[in-house]
């Protein structure tokens, strides 16, 4: 029989430290997700169906490998966490499922719906891409061997969703078992074309189109996830040598890598189901000079248009208050001769996608999340939105040049970067943000805006 695994996201140890994630002022993220946890392993077990609960000192790799020495293709493996917007507005249930993966995305929807029926006060943020997360790739959706995927209950932030965690946890994992006995139950044709490789049978082949041009090898669908061979990453320009996170499987004798992986390398994967062709481009193949996505210095590739259309996915209402910030970021980029791409994208790590939080105060126009030279805890504030801008355009200009300033400085903290320190991107991690996905955050928004404006 089928195996179902679930995480409670967090409460493990990262790098030897207890990780409790969210804090809040009488709980934690993980506190509550146990607790969630607990209460849906009782129930599929009084249900007669096989569970096992990941212990909860695991870090985030150890919870992956411990499932993978235990799970088979006919499994399904849920995390659950706690969505974290400072927004108290921001509220509902998502589910992240691996990209480019049209079943696993049913399979996220089936979540969704089941835990609607038991508690309709929470609302749906939908079934979302994992390259819709802050790091544009999620180890949970990526790495295990069985189906997998990683769900926001609610947001902690809002006292509404808080409220609905604490009062009516029964009835979420009531809507959580019933989701993953269903989710579970789906699973089982899919594994037989899993399990293909060891019964001498063959996977489905599918075409592979690079940049307008068709590959002379097949690729094959695995789980009903896109494989391509992996001689074909050195036409995309991509070295995999050192990349231990590619998914690579062995197959008549020829070794294949998850096409979808291939993103984090600046390569477009979309699928055209009518054909069946694996649709891969490459920046270069799209206008977009290799080396120079992630450089501080340089030009930027958007236009004010696919800007304001990039904001407008990630938070509509920010639209209205902010019209001019796409104007004021390529305006002032170009000036001093920084990516405004960077710059932008950069703001939206630093804003939380303008709902701000973190200490920022929309106020204070500190768009980059600027320290105050004088130690203050609220960082630095600006008389208006296009000064806040040309700070965080100057301070970037102190990391990624040795060039003067063209304009008059208003970066209060210019002069303490030693010039020229960290000219690419994910130089900035542990420099201007301690997190150590900082530059990993970065990058995955300017994929996102390029895919959105059809340059990636």
Same mark, same amino acid.
Not at 351 to 368: E, R
Not at 404 to 429: E, M, N, W, Y
């Given at each position: 029989?089928?195996?179902?695994?679930?995480?409670?996201?967090?409460?493990?140890?990262?790098?030897?430290?207890?990780?409790?994630?969210?804090?809040?002022?009488?709980?934690?993220?993980?506190?509550?997700?146990?607790?969630?946890?607990?209460?849906?392993?009782?129930?599929?077990?009084?249900?007669?169906?096989?569970?096992?609960?990941?212990?909860?000192?695991?870090?985030?790799?150890?919870?992956?490998?411990?499932?993978?020495?235990?799970?088979?293709?006919?499994?399904?493996?849920?995390? %659950?966490? =706690? #969505?974290? *917007?400072?927004?108290? @507005?921001?509220?509902?249930?998502?589910?992240? !499922?691996?990209?480019?993966?049209?079943?696993?995305r049913s399979h996220a929807e089936i979540l969704l719906l089941a835990l609607r029926r038991r508690v309709t006060q929470l609302p749906s943020r939908g079934a979302k891409p994992?390259?819709?997360?802050?790091?544009?790739?999620?180890?949970?959706?990526?790495?295990?061997?069985?189906?997998?995927?990683?769900?926001?209950?609610g947001h902690l932030n809002s006292p509404q969703d808080l409220a609905i965690l604490q009062n009516q946890r029964r009835d979420v994992a009531l809507g959580l078992a019933d989701g993953l006995a269903s989710w579970?139950?789906?699973?089982?044709?899919?594994?037989?074309?899993?399990?293909?490789?060891?019964?001498?049978?063959?996977?489905?082949?599918?075409?592979?189109? %690079?940049? =307008? #041009?068709? *590959?002379?090898?097949? @690729?094959?669908?695995?789980?009903?996830?896109? !494989?391509?061979?992996?001689?074909?990453?050195?036409?995309?320009?991509?070295?995999?040598?050192?990349?231990?996170?590619i998914t690579r499987l062995r197959y008549g004798n020829v070794v294949y890598i998850k096409a979808v992986d291939l993103r984090s390398y600046n390569v477009s994967v979309n699928w055209n189901g009518e054909t069946r062709t694996l649709l891969l481009r490459s920046a270069t193949g799209m206008g977009i000079c290799p080396g120079s996505m992630d450089r501080l210095m340089g030009l930027g590739s958007s236009s004010e248009v696919q800007l304001i259309m990039f904001l407008k996915t990630v938070n509509e209402a920010a639209i209205t208050p902010y019209q001019d910030l796409a104007k004021l970021y390529r305006e002032e980029a170009a000036i001093e001769g920084v990516n405004h791409d960077i710059a932008f994208c950069q703001m939206l790590v630093?804003?939380?996608?303008?709902?701000?939080?973190?200490?920022?105060?929309?106020?204070?126009?500190?768009?980059?999340?600027?320290g105050s030279p004088t130690g203050g805890p609220e960082g630095s504030s600006f008389p208006t939105a296009r000064i806040g801008v040309r700070a965080q355009i100057?301070?970037?200009?102190?990391?990624?040049?040795?060039?003067?300033?063209?304009?008059?400085?208003?970066?209060?903290?210019?002069?303490?970067?030693?010039?020229?320190?960290?000219?690419?991107?994910?130089?900035?991690?542990?420099?201007?943000n301690s997190d150590p996905d900082y530059g990993r955050k970065i990058l995955a928004f300017m994929r996102r805006l390029y895919e959105s404006a059809g340059m990636l």
């Open positions: 029989m089928a195996q179902i695994f679930i995480s409670a996201g967090h409460g493990g140890y990262e790098d030897g430290v207890a990780d409790p994630e969210l804090v809040l002022a009488s709980t934690t993220e993980a506190a509550e997700m146990i607790q969630v946890r607990d209460l849906v392993v009782a129930e599929l077990r009084s249900r007669g169906l096989p569970v096992l609960a990941v212990p909860d000192d695991l870090s985030t790799t150890q919870s992956i490998a411990w499932i993978n020495m235990r799970c088979q293709p006919q499994d399904v493996a849920l995390e %659950i966490h =706690g #969505g974290a *917007y400072s927004d108290p @507005g921001v509220r509902g249930s998502s589910v992240f !499922y691996i990209a480019q993966n049209e079943v696993r994992d390259t819709e997360s802050p790091t544009g790739w999620l180890d949970f959706t990526r790495s295990l061997r069985c189906p997998s995927l990683l769900m926001e209950i579970s139950r789906s699973v089982a044709p899919v594994a037989a074309m899993a399990t293909a490789a060891t019964s001498g049978s063959t996977f489905p082949e599918i075409r592979i189109s %690079i940049n =307008g #041009g068709i *590959y002379p090898e097949t @690729g094959i669908i695995v789980n009903n996830n896109s !494989y391509v061979p992996i001689d074909l990453a050195d036409l995309l320009g991509v070295n995999l040598t050192n990349a231990p996170n630093e804003t939380n996608s303008l709902y701000f939080g973190s200490g920022l105060n929309p106020a204070h126009n500190n768009f980059g999340g600027l100057q301070h970037l200009k102190a990391y990624g040049s040795l060039e003067p300033l063209i304009q008059s400085q208003v970066d209060p903290r210019f002069q303490f970067v030693r010039r020229g320190v960290a000219p690419l991107v994910d130089q900035l991690t542990g420099r201007w």
